[in-house]
């Protein structure tokens, strides 16, 4: 007897339902779903199931009507993961396994005329990668005052696909470059010999700074460091910091790796963390909402790493961060300071990133050549 080819049948999970009654109206046996649900929750919670999920329902028959011989539940609870449910000789067992994506890489460059949004939206530059790119000059790039009409940018980054040639995500950001006010700020992307990627410029320099100029993404400088009016106390004051207009509850990031001095209320500051980074360096962070989670006085942290969330606790008249840096413990401005430097590839590690910086300048450039043929034949 030939065996029977097996049966596939594809179902919805719908708004209101769960797995058990989805599962239950496809014809399936209701201690038969019970247990594959419960070898389902090894390797994924069903509560995080939503509503127009797929499901693949295998049967090792042709024969419909035969819950009995139901054999795998498979679906896709994103675009890089298959999680499956099968059938053994002793009931169910789950797996989740992730989906081979394959890199291909994309560029996007353009003119700034009002933003550097604005333009990167003109120009089709994914969210994701701008993100990235204000991120990374962000070291040293004072995204208010710096940019200027005229001004343009060009990037390469990556674009993850699966075997379908679907783009599933976007990945890393390779090359950047930002012409400002007439000069080439050129960023590459560079794996060294231990294995460390970091970005360095032409001359094999870190660009990732020990110290972040702004560490908030999105916020508008509202007030310098200078003698100014106090906006509460009506004199004139010197303002030992910068402040960031931002919405109640935006991230405020660590400006380096460092150790939590102090954290808490401290008198006008309102909510306050100040880190040591080094023997010479501080900084800190005013008049925030709160404090993430798990932060105490001798915490470590990493640069980038979100420390709390813009408020108005203190003396303040409106959601911003108040930020220092301190020198020597010395208040100095963040926007002028010279940041203290990264590593500097040196030797054969400089030979080798050159040839490969140079290599990524050359692929830019054909890629750039063929976007603008297809758009030109479109």
């Known amino acids: 007897m030939p065996e029977s080819e097996p049966r596939l049948e594809t179902v919805v999970l719908e708004k209101g339902s769960n797995l058990m009654a989805t599962l239950t109206a496809a014809g399936l046996e209701r201690s038969v779903a019970y247990n594959a649900i419960e070898a389902l929750r090894d390797v994924y919670n069903p509560r995080k199931l939503r509503a127009g999920q797929e499901f693949d329902l295998v049967y090792a028959s042709d024969v419909e009507g035969d819950s009995d ?10 675009p890089e993961t298959v999680v499956s449910v099968s059938r053994t000789d002793d009931g169910f067992t789950a797996s989740s396994d992730k989906i081979a994506l394959t890199s291909v890489r994309n560029v996007s460059s353009g003119v700034i005329d009002q933003s550097l949004f604005l333009a990167a939206e003109k120009n089709g530059m994914p969210l994701s990668v701008l ?41 890393d950001v390779l090359y950047a470059n930002m012409t400002l006010s007439g000069h080439d700020v050129r960023l590459f992307s560079y794996t060294d010999s231990k294995g460390e990627t970091d970005f360095y410029n032409q001359k094999g320099e870190s660009y990732r700074r020990a110290l972040m100029r702004t560490p908030i993404n999105g916020a508008r400088l509202s007030s310098g ?11 004139t004051k010197m303002h030992k910091g910068v402040d960031f207009a931002a919405p109640p509850g935006t991230p405020i990031f660590a400006a380096g790796n460092g150790t939590i001095a102090q954290i808490g209320r401290n008198g006008g500051y309102g909510n306050y963390i100040r880190l040591r980074h080094n023997d010479s360096y501080d900084t800190a962070y005013a008049h925030m909402k709160g404090f993430a989670k798990g932060l105490r006085q001798g915490s470590r942290v990493k640069q980038g790493d979100v420390i709390g969330y813009v408020g108005t606790t203190g003396a303040s008249t409106g959601p911003h961060l108040h930020f220092e840096i301190l020198k020597n413990n010395a208040q100095v401005n963040p926007i002028k300071v010279k940041m203290p430097s990264g590593k500097t590839l040196k030797g054969n590690e400089l030979k080798t990133f050159r ?21 030109s034949a479109e």
């Open 69 to 78: 011989l139901f054999d795998t539940l498979r679906f896709q609870p994103d």
């Open 131 to 171: 993100m990235e790119l204000i991120e990374l000059y962000s070291y040293e790039v004072d995204f208010q005052r710096d940019i200027q009409p005229g001004d343009s940018f060009e990037v390469m980054f990556e674009e993850l696909r699966n075997d379908s040639d679907e783009r599933v995500r976007y990945g």
């Open 225 to 235: 460091f200078g003698k100014r009016k106090h906006p509460i106390l009506g004199f």
């Open 355 to 375: 040839s490969k910086a140079e290599g990524m300048r050359g692929q830019y450039a054909e890629l750039s050549l063929h976007n603008r043929k297809i758009a």
